[in-house]
């Protein structure tokens, strides 16, 4: 892998690291405030999990699993 692109994608890997952390918090708040529909939270809880799987996806990618 290209040191650039490696570059991107830990870039990238951030980003999404702190959206996820973002929607977490929103999540919380949200919860204990009481302001929310049921829906408003499943949406921001399926985005959550979204954004999971691609902070997953750019994991395997910058380390990959090398079976010995």
């Given at each position: 892998?290209?040191?650039?692109?490696?570059?991107?994608?830990?870039?990238?890997l951030?980003?999404?690291?702190?959206?996820?952390?973002?929607?977490d918090?929103?999540?919380?708040?949200?919860s204990q405030?009481g302001?929310?529909?049921?829906?408003?939270?499943q949406?921001l809880?399926?985005?959550k999990?979204a954004?999971?799987d691609e902070?997953t996806?750019?994991?395997?990618?910058?380390?990959?699993?090398i079976i010995?």
């Amino acid at each position: 892998m290209e040191t650039q692109d490696e570059e991107q994608l830990k870039a990238a890997l951030a980003e999404l690291e702190t959206q996820h952390r973002d929607l977490d918090d929103a999540i919380i708040a949200m919860s204990q405030a009481g302001s929310f529909t049921q829906l408003q939270l499943q949406r921001l809880k399926k985005r959550k999990l979204a954004l999971k799987d691609e902070i997953t996806k750019i994991r395997a990618i910058l380390i990959p699993d090398i079976i010995a």
